[in-house]
């Protein structure tokens, strides 16, 4: 299993960004994928996720504000981040898993891709 994360960037509060992840090495079609986030000095925060069946679910944190979305024809998965803030600085990290809501034990993590919200 292999999931590649890139997009990410520093930006001014309001601003948007785009996070994708490449995924390979499982059938991704039938695979629930995460988005989780880790800020300075904080624990891993789960911050959405998509079912097999492209339903969507959100931490209240980001709901409104951040899109998930899959393509699974290119075996790839998408954050869309609107109207940043800083405390949503952080690093983000894509996961496959067997839910899409929450952080477990058994779910397998890409190396990250840094977002910093700062004017």
């Known amino acids: 299993v292999q999931l590649v994360e890139s997009g990410g960037g520093l930006v001014q509060p309001g601003s948007s960004l785009r996070l994708s992840c490449a995924a390979s090495?499982?059938?991704?079609?039938?695979?629930?994928m995460l988005w989780a986030r880790q800020a300075p000095g904080k624990g891993l925060e789960w911050v959405s996720g998509?079912?097999?069946?492209?339903?969507?679910y959100y931490a209240d944190s980001v709901k409104g504000r951040f899109t998930i979305s899959r393509n699974n024809a290119e075996n790839t998965v998408y954050l869309e981040m609107n109207n940043l803030k800083p405390e949503d600085t952080a690093v983000y990290y894509c996961g496959m898993s067997e839910t899409p809501v929450g952080i477990k034990e058994d779910d397998i993590w890409g190396q990250g891709t840094q977002v910093t919200v700062s004017s």
């Open positions: 998509i079912y097999f069946d492209y339903t969507t």
């Open positions: 090495g499982f059938t991704f079609s039938s695979s629930s």
